[in-house]
């Protein structure tokens, strides 16, 4: 039995391992365009039903994806945001402070044979001020998984890779960072709420 335990785990790191390292390669090779490039004139690189906005049970993620195999904007759970690729949000406060979320590439790979679709969203600087305390720091977030053949629900494995630094009155100097080999999977089921155009 514990041999199977230890396989398991094994088996799960690789997997990390090599969806990170997929995530980061794709993001030096391509941005935001599909694997295939920028599409030619007219041509559409992501079919109608996997475009639009998919929204997660139980959870804030939210997701829109346009014909041109891109993120258009996503809500993450740090802070419920909605962000967009390569640009800044402000966000006020309740305190009346203001937070920054700096967004980076995005990734987008949707395999048509299997209909698994890759989605990864790079946050390249948080900064969250809120009374005495904040944190700062950046992540990287994979959504990996199948998307139904009538198009209506995405299942995908979440891995969230955060590098943050809490600064707070009982902890000044506070560290969060996952390593891709002790990373966590999440499932969440994904739900199109709305069409691509």
């Known amino acids: 039995m514990k ?4 396989e398991g785990q094994v088996t799960m790191k690789a997997k990390f391992v090599v969806i990170f390292v ?4 794709f993001w030096l090779t391509g941005g935001c365009q599909n694997r295939w490039g920028q599409p030619p004139a007219g041509r559409v690189v992501l079919p109608p039903d996997i475009t639009g906005t998919w929204k ?4 804030p993620w939210k997701i829109v994806l346009s ?8 809500v993450i759970p740090l802070g419920d945001v909605e962000v967009r690729p390569n640009q800044t949000t402000k966000v006020k406060m309740a305190d009346g402070s203001y937070s920054t979320y ?6 987008v790979e949707y395999m048509p044979d299997t209909r698994e679709l890759f989605v990864s969203v790079e946050m390249k600087d948080i900064h969250i001020r809120y009374l005495n305390n904040v944190i700062d ?3 990287i977030d994979v ?3 199948q998307i139904s053949k009538d198009g209506n629900t995405w299942q995908a494995d979440w891995m969230s890779f955060p590098n943050y630094t809490a600064h707070t009155p009982e902890y000044p100097n506070f560290k969060l960072a996952v390593d891709p080999n002790e990373g966590v999977e999440t499932p969440l089921i994904f739900e199109k ?5």
């Open 22 to 25: 997929l995530a980061w390669v």
């Open 56 to 59: 997660a049970e139980d959870s």
């Open 137 to 139: 720091g950046n992540s």
């Open 3 to 6: 041999e199977k335990i230890d």
């Open 143 to 145: 959504l990996v998984g």
């Open 102 to 107: 700096r967004a980076g590439d995005c990734i």
């Open 193 to 197: 709420v709305t069409k691509g155009e």
């Open 67 to 74: 014909r041109d195999g891109s993120v258009t904007s996503a």
